[in-house]
T-cell receptor, first 113, second 114 residues
């Protein structure tokens, strides 16, 4: 299996622009997680899905952030409008079952100027 | 409020010696603990875990120790190898709440010197 796939790997954008990050989980995994890593806050959970349904979005920082999972093989994290403080590495992870190991993608490094 | 803390940002160890990485937590509801390893430009990868019903779990060169009374866990790597150089994250969660909502520490950068 190819593992969790994220795109783009790097994104540079200007403040105010819309940013869309993409994730393809491992086939057969029914849980998908979005994390953000910053110097200040470390690695923190933003939202997770089970069977394409958002279960817990308590980590989503603001209404500017939204996440969707239209099908079992694709999820997006959107920031609109983006701000410089959104600059971070965003990771997607998936697992087969609620208590199973989470497998992380390589991350998307986002820089908002 | 940082519920999981790794107080050492970095650690340097000689090849062949033991590496000990430490982690403290504050939330007494945490009952499952994990260590992840991260190389540059890659996502974290699972290394080893321990349930709160145990005080030790071993997997090859890696052993995790849990001291519930002190709310402290440690990862021992012996012998240390150059390929172990990476950032290590401690994570904790409370099981039985659905998916594993992992709370991560800030990470410790381990460097193994030849």
């Amino acid at each position: 299996d190819a593992g969790v796939i994220q795109s783009p790997r790097h994104e540079v954008t200007e403040m105010g622009q819309e940013v869309t990050l993409r994730c393809k989980p491992i086939s057969g995994h029914d849980y998908l997680f979005w994390y953000r890593q910053t110097m200040m806050r470390g690695l923190e959970l933003l939202i997770y899905f089970n069977n394409n349904v958002p279960i817990d979005d308590s980590g989503m920082p603001e209404d500017r952030f939204s996440a969707k999972m239209p099908n079992a093989s694709f999820s997006t994290l959107k920031i609109q409008p983006s701000e410089p403080r959104d600059s971070a590495v965003y990771f997607c992870a998936s697992s087969f079952g609620p208590s199973e190991t989470q497998y992380f993608g390589p991350g998307t490094r986002l820089l908002v100027l | 409020d940082q519920q999981v803390k790794q107080n050492s940002p970095s650690l340097s160890v000689q090849e062949g010696r033991i590496s000990i990485l430490n982690c403290d937590y504050t939330n007494s509801m945490f009952d499952y603990f994990l260590w992840y390893k991260k190389y540059p430009a890659e996502g974290p990868t699972f290394l080893i875990s321990i349930s709160s019903i145990k005080d030790k779990n071993e997997d090859g060169r890696f052993t995790v120790f849990l001291n519930k009374s002190a709310k402290h866990l440690s990862l021992h790597i012996v012998p240390s190898q150059p390929g172990d150089s990476a950032v290590y994250f401690c994570a904790a969660t409370h099981q039985g709440q659905g998916a594993q909502k992992l709370v991560f520490g800030q990470g410790t950068r381990l460097t193994i010197n030849p």
